[in-house]
């Protein structure tokens, strides 16, 4: 007489993956990397000015600005080189093509676009900016 065991498993067959790619499943099983577990709840509002938007993620954006004043901003545009290296979300944010200038406040980013761009286009790639 001839038996066969048929097995299931509900974890991969790491047989499948290179030697660096079992590494990593390997690891993530025990210690599962922040950015599979990381969420953010980000809201919008609109502002009086129809190529701005705001985004308001629910935490702090902007601590102090310098000098020390306590809920103040900062402004940037694209032609400010050196306050855009300053930050590094606004040097994110401005990787985004139609972004014309950013605002961030304590809890919030206002994004302002070109004229010329769309938000369907460009509010996704400022969700993950953010959330990045």
Known sequence: TTTTTTTTTTTPDFAMFSIASRQFLATTRRNPPSFLSRSLFIQT???????????????????????????????????????????????ELFKIDGVKSIYLGMDFVTITKLATSHWQHIRPQVFSTIMD
């Open 45 to 91: 509002a609109e502002t009086p000015n129809p190529e701005s938007l705001k985004f308001l993620p629910g935490q702090t954006v902007l601590d102090v600005i310098e000098g020390g004043e306590e809920g103040g901003g900062f402004y940037v545009t694209t032609k400010d080189k050196e306050d855009i290296a300053r930050s590094p979300l606004a040097k």
